[in-house]
């Protein structure tokens, strides 16, 4: 019964950071019992990034052109900053699992949805796809014009060559050029210089890609019709692209992606205590719906809660981002939303999605990829309905399955104590059976993975040689005293407690 973990975990052995998590490693020396005793502690790749800040005033001029659009909140958070807990970040990123687009922990999976981005956004999740092309407008939209012949008429002014790089323009140049739009302009000044805060905003913001320092001509459709942009879904295209970023993060061959850069850093051992926390955690400890309280919801975005976004929070389907297509997981994850887990069907295999950016000549994506285009214009077909239930959670079937398969550990078993003993907690047992959900029909799957199926291969643990070690100072790790190392904290029996020395992690 449920997934099989072969599949689940078919990307251990191919590109995913868990697969060599023990394979890069530093060194912590304890005394022991009259020995020095050396043990390897998982790896300390930490992402490091950097928080672009765009450099443009928001206008109040602007503020009805970001209203019509559905970004107005979006631009309120841009002009704030955010204090980013890079080991804690670099800890989820490590149990982020592209195979189920889900995070996988302790007590199952979770993961980011349609719901988070409408509360922490406030962009609008239900819409057109923001899709199209991507530099050769005039072949495909009506009344389009050759791409830089259009920029020209939407922002009256072309950048000079030095400052474009095939289709894409230097931020610099934005931002000296429309910095701060002139007192006293007429209206069509200040769409101009609307138009261009709007590309940054979503640019840099929104969808940074790798350079961080450069804004792509593909949104000139959009500002090009100003009052039609709130007919889009920017929340889904979004997610899309928060998707494709974390995959693309947790492979381990990722030198730097969108702002992100992971590398060996002396933040290592706060990364190696964030992923202890995080696989010490129990099921009582997560709260499955944290924006059920009233304060919460007393502080969003009004338009984001009408009925047409919220029914989509728990819809499984496409998320489209021009020829980023991924996947809507929601049925792996209930009790975000008031139910409870049944055992996993099979997620659906879209590995083959993780190589397409639309480089290497342009097209047209919504005929490209029309099956999955087709599948968010039908997505009110296939919103979830299960049973709300007072106490959301996984099911007794499926944390019987989840401790038995899933990847829930990812510290050597000489920091964890062995919580897998930990007994199911009785109050899954409570929850009973989740009630049967819609999903996509298991023909119309077999045949998509038919197309996708890749080759893998199983990961290989490397840490059998702990049980050995342990075997003689076991007693001694128990029943000792705390002894502090960079890499973490050991135990030494009490009478050594002078004697001890810890070395650094190297």
Request: charged share 25%.
């Amino acid at each position: 019964m449920g997934e099989d973990p072969g599949r689940l975990y078919r990307l251990d052995g191919v590109t995913h950071i868990a697969g060599v998590i023990n394979d890069e490693v530093s060194v912590i020396v304890v005394f022991v019992n009259g020995f020095w005793t050396w043990f390897e502690l998982a790896p300390r790749r930490c992402i490091s990034s950097v928080r672009r800040q765009q450099g443009m005033i928001l206008d109040e001029r602007y503020v009805p052109y970001l209203q019509m659009a559905g970004l107005y909140h979006l631009a309120r958070l841009n002009d704030r900053w955010f204090r980013l807990d890079e080991p804690l970040v670099s800890a989820f990123v490590e149990r982020w699992r592209p195979e189920t687009h889900t995070f996988h922990m302790p007590f199952g999976e979770y993961t980011i949805t349609l719901q988070d981005v409408a509360y922490h956004l406030g962009l609008p999740v239900d819409g057109d796809y923001i899709s199209g092309c991507l530099t050769d407008f005039h072949l495909y939209i009506e009344g389009g014009r050759p791409a830089w012949q259009w920029f020209r008429e939407l922002l009256g002014v072309l950048p000079p060559e030095n400052q474009v790089q095939k289709f894409a323009v230097n931020c610099t140049w934005f931002q000296e050029t429309f910095g701060e739009c002139p007192d006293g302009a007429d209206e069509e000044t200040v769409r101009r210089f609307a138009r261009a805060y709007i590309m940054m905003l979503l640019g840099t913001q929104l969808f940074a890609d790798k350079s961080g320092n450069r804004i792509h001509i593909k949104w000139l459709p959009y500002v090009a019709r100003l009052e039609e942009m709130g007919r889009y879904n920017w929340g889904s295209a979004a997610l899309a692209w928060l998707y494709r970023c974390m995959c693309r993060v947790a492979n381990r061959h990722v030198v730097k992606w969108s702002g992100y850069n992971p590398r060996i850093s002396n933040k290592g051992p706060r990364v190696q205590m964030a992923r202890l926390k995080i696989d010490l955690l129990q099921p009582r400890d997560f709260v499955w719906m944290p924006y059920s309280a009233l304060d919460v919801i007393q502080v969003v975005h009004p338009e984001v809660l009408e009925p047409r976004h919220t029914m989509l929070w728990r819809c499984r389907t496409s998320l489209i981002y021009f020829a980023v297509v991924e996947w809507h997981q929601v049925d792996r994850v209930l009790p975000q939303f008031g139910g409870v887990q049944p055992l996993p069907r099979p997620a659906l295999n879209i590995d083959f999605f993780m190589s397409k950016d639309g480089r290497g000549g342009d097209r047209w994506f919504p005929a490209h990829l029309a099956e999955w285009h087709l599948h968010w214009q039908e997505r009110v077909e296939h919103i979830l309905q299960f049973d709300i239930v007072p106490d959301p959670g996984p099911s007794h079937d499926f944390l019987t399955w989840w401790y038995q398969h899933g990847k829930r550990f990812l510290s050597p078993e000489m920091l964890l104590g062995d919580p897998r003993g930990i007994p199911i907690p009785d109050e899954a047992t409570q929850r009973g059976v989740q009630v049967e959900y819609q999903i996509w029909t298991e023909s119309t799957i077999r045949r998509i993975e038919r197309r996708a199926r890749v080759g893998t291969r199983r990961s290989q643990r490397k840490w059998n040689w702990v049980d050995h070690a342990m075997d003689d100072v076991q007693d001694a790790v128990r029943g000792g005293v705390r002894q502090r190392g960079r890499g973490g904290r050991r135990r030494v029996p009490a009478a050594r407690e002078g004697a001890h020395q810890a070395g650094g992690c190297s």
